[in-house]
């Protein structure tokens, strides 16, 4: 009962910044779990951060400290800030739902969005 829309990938070069941004339907969004994961050629989905059913946002090492996650329950809309960029960046992102735990675990999302793709040049 949850739909999801990414936006705002684009093309920037190394070191730049992007805003990603995941609208969501659904009248129990404010209670799911959310989270970003993203995906290059030929590797499998990574998690990238996460938002829990209490607010705590946490993030994986390879980003920490360069993305900062964050939610606007009354926009039922869910934010991904990306600074520092760097090639390895490169790729399609995808937010994803849960209304039960969330984690780093892409099975423990039931609904995801299509993706808006990232590249970053050097």
């Known amino acids: 009962q949850v739909q999801l829309v990414e936006s705002g990938g684009g093309l920037v070069q190394a070191g730049g910044s992007l805003r990603l941004s995941c609208a969501a339907s659904g009248r129990s969004f404010s209670s799911y779990a959310m989270g970003w994961f993203r995906q290059a050629p030929g590797k499998e989905r990574e998690f990238i951060a996460g938002i829990r059913r209490s607010g705590v946002i946490y993030y994986a090492d390879s980003v920490k400290g360069r993305f900062t996650s964050s939610r606007d329950n009354a926009k039922n809309t869910v934010y991904l800030q990306m600074n520092s960029l760097r090639p390895e960046d490169t790729a399609v992102y995808y937010c994803?739902?849960?209304?039960?735990?969330?984690?780093?675990?892409?099975?423990?999302?039931?609904?995801w969005g299509q993706g808006t793709q990232v590249t970053v040049s050097s």
């Open positions: 994803a739902a849960s209304p039960r735990s969330g984690s780093p675990d892409s099975r423990s999302y039931d609904y």
